[in-house]
C-alpha cells in the first residue's frame, strides 16, 4: 500500500518511529525527489548522512 507523506508527516513519523530528527527543508529535498518516500527509507537517508 503506497502512502504519500507530505514533508512534515515525514519528519514527524520519522521521530516517532525512530526518535530521530530530521531536518523539514532536507525532508522537502528528499521528497521532490521522491514523492513515495516512506519514513523507514528517509531514516535510512538520515543514518547515510551520519556516516559519512
Known amino acids: ?4 507523506y507530505t514533508p512534515e508527516g515525514l519528519v514527524e513519523a520519522v521521530y516517532e518511529q525512530y526518535g ?3 531536518p523539514l ?3 522537502y529535498t528528499y521528497s521532490e525527489a521522491d514523492p513515495y518516500l516512506t ?3 528517509m ?3 538520515m543514518m547515510s548522512l551520519n556516516e559519512e
Not at 500500500?1 to 504519500?4: G, L, P, V
Open 43 to 45: 531514516y535510512y537517508y
Open 25 to 27: 527543508e532536507l525532508a
Open 1 to 4: 500500500m503506497a502512502c504519500n
Open 39 to 41: 519514513p523507514e527509507t
Open 20 to 22: 530521530i530528527v530530521v
